[in-house]
């Protein structure tokens, strides 16, 4: 009797448990930049296709920006937005580099430009 009260409590922990993590995983705010597209997503899961012209039309329509360098539309590593990054630009008369970096998680890319 003993054995199957522990064995039922700890089924519900572990049921419990798992489900909290799968909870937690799933429930990611969005970022800044996806919300224009997220109001145009239809009811039903998005082919490939789908989301790369939503995705281009919100490009076209100036909802989304890119970095002009590097292509990116937030952070790579935190999603901080474009307009966190700061950038540094240094070089010589034959070589320009650029230098993109994160404030928040320190990510930086550094880039030659010209």
């Not at 572990?14 to 489900?19: D, G, Q, Y």
């Amino acid at each position: 009797m003993m054995e199957t009260a522990i064995g039922l409590l700890l089924g519900a922990l572990a049921s419990w448990l798992i489900t909290f993590c799968y909870y937690r995983k799933s429930s990611n705010e969005v970022p800044e930049w996806f919300k224009p597209i997220l109001k145009k997503l239809p009811p039903e899961k998005p082919s490939r296709n789908q989301l790369l012209k939503l995705f281009q039309d919100a490009l076209n329509e100036g909802e989304v920006s890119l970095h002009p360098l590097l292509g990116h539309v937030a952070c790579p590593d935190c999603k901080a937005p474009l307009e966190d990054l700061e950038e540094k630009v240094f070089g010589d008369d034959n070589v320009t580099l650029v230098s993109v970096k994160c404030p928040h998680c320190g990510w930086e890319q550094t880039e030659e430009v010209g």
